[in-house]
């Protein structure tokens, strides 16, 4: 009954209202024919986009988030959803939402969009996010511009050992205008689960630097330790 008066700009907002007053009350055939309603709205009213999005967080089945989020990913430019997806990502549990989430914000710029910064730096010192990879390799490249960025750097140099993330982390950390501290790099250089040259490239910058007796001291029982060859001082 509604489909033919759909074009009719009233109509079509309140039926997204109601949709989005408590859209965990529809049954997939019901919750499929009101999206079916508004998809070809999405994208084109913001009014339609704003309620859609909201839904969101009401909807306890699974599959239901994934199909409005969906809807709208196709529909939307995501910088102009940028804060509610962002919240839901953080607040989302389910893992292949977030990846569609992720998948949506990870090609946006830094710079240009900076509340990424502290979500990207939260999914990088998270051991069990799947993102962890793809944050370093984008925090690595304006690690000098945000003092939360070098902080989470600095948390991968310390505890983690896949070689990829430490290598994507330690670039990040050795850029110019990056205030690097000993212990880290003597953390890196001490690190004997990653790859040889990640370890040289930490020794080189310890070089570079000044140190006091006590962490010469610390850098030569380091070094004692090693295989002949390993590292070149």
Do not use: W
Request: glycine share 4%.
């Amino acid at each position: 009954m509604l489909k033919p008066v759909m074009r009719i700009p009233e109509i079509r907002e309140a039926v997204a209202g109601a949709f989005s007053a408590n859209p965990g009350v529809f049954d997939d055939a019901e919750f499929n024919t009101l999206t079916d309603l508004l998809a070809p709205y999405a994208g084109r009213d913001e009014y339609i986009n704003r309620q859609l999005m909201n839904s969101v967080t009401g909807l306890p089945n699974t599959g239901q988030r994934k199909k409005v989020l969906s809807l709208l990913i196709n529909k939307v430019k995501i910088d102009t959803i940028l804060a509610p997806v962002l919240s839901l990502f953080e607040k989302e549990r389910d893992e292949s939402l977030r990846e569609i989430l992720f998948n949506q914000v990870k090609a946006l710029s830094v710079s240009r969009h900076p509340e990424l910064v502290d979500v990207f730096c939260t999914e990088l010192t998270e051991p069990g996010s799947p993102f962890r990879i793809t944050c370093a390799g984008i925090l690595a490249n304006v690690a000098e511009l945000y003092p939360q960025v070098v902080t989470a750097l600095e948390d991968v140099l310390l505890y983690d050992n896949d070689r990829e993330l430490v290598r994507l982390s330690l670039d990040g950390y050795l850029r110019p205008g990056v205030e690097k501290r000993f212990d880290i790099l003597l953390a890196v250089v001490k690190n004997e689960m990653i790859d040889t040259l990640s370890r040289q490239k930490a020794l080189d910058a310890i070089m570079k630097g000044t140190m006091n007796d006590h962490q010469q001291e610390e850098l030569t029982n380091a070094l004692s330790g090693l295989k002949p060859d390993t590292l070149r001082t």
